[in-house]
């Protein structure tokens, strides 16, 4: 069974542009989280995603914001980009409603802002 | 304020070596505990999840405590092996659905 995938692996952008990551959990997950790692931390969680519904949101400012389609796949977008944008983010998928059980994660996207 | 907290500095031990990490928490009563492993440039992979009720747990070489008095838990890995170097996480759960990492310990089993 294929695991969470993630697109695109790498991006490159500059300040002020907007981006777009996609996720797609693994089949049967109707659970979808994002988080941000920045370099020498752990995942910092931004949303989670279950039946199309936001469950929760970590404190993160409103330039970011998510939506889950109703095949589960999720985005996660981000306008107006700071550099301290720049980080690798990771969407985990789950069983669990509430996405606290096992996560599954996908091997992130890396953006870096110039 | 709410704290998790991991041992910042990397931990070097020789092949064989029993490798104790630990994870602190300040000002959360989490339900359970859970920790993965990460290796550079990839996601986190879940390793073990302890509960609340739960003292110690076991999988394979792995052993995980749970202490809610002290607010700890201690992640062992017996007989470590090179292929065991990486960075390992905790994570507890926060009410309002947020699942909260520490910083991570890094590992190195050297041969």
């Known amino acids: 069974d294929a695991g969470v995938t993630q697109s695109p692996t790498h991006l490159i952008k500059t300040r002020g542009q907007h981006v777009t990551l996609r996720c797609s959990p693994i089949?049967?997950?109707?659970?979808v989280s994002w988080y941000q790692q920045v370099l020498g931390q752990g995942p910092q969680f931004i949303f989670q995603y279950y039946e199309k519904e936001e469950r929760g949101r970590g404190n993160f400012p409103d330039r970011f914001s998510a939506r889950q389609f109703p095949n589960y796949s999720s985005e996660l977008n981000v306008n107006a980009l700071l550099l301290g944008d720049s980080a690798l983010y990771l969407c985990a998928s789950s069983l669990d409603p509430q996405g606290l059980e096992t996560q599954y994660f996908g091997p992130g996207t890396r953006l870096l802002v110039l | 304020s709410q704290k998790i907290e991991q041992n910042s500095e990397a931990l070097n031990i020789q092949e064989g070596k029993t490798a104790t990490l630990t994870c602190n928490y300040t000002?959360?009563?989490?339900?359970?505990l859970q920790w993965y492993r990460q290796d550079p440039g990839r996601g986190p992979v879940f390793l073990l999840l302890i509960r609340e009720n739960e003292k110690e747990k076991r999988k394979e070489r792995l052993k995980v405590t749970f202490d809610t008095t002290l607010k700890q838990s201690l992640f062992h890995i017996t007989a470590s092996q090179p292929a065991d170097s990486a960075t390992y996480l905790c994570?507890?759960?926060?009410?309002?659905?947020?699942?909260?990492f520490g910083q991570g310990t890094e590992l190195s089993v050297k041969p």
């Open positions: 994570a507890i759960y926060n009410q309002g659905g947020k699942l909260i």
């Open positions: 089949s049967g997950h109707k659970s």
């Open positions: 000002n959360y009563s989490p339900a359970y």
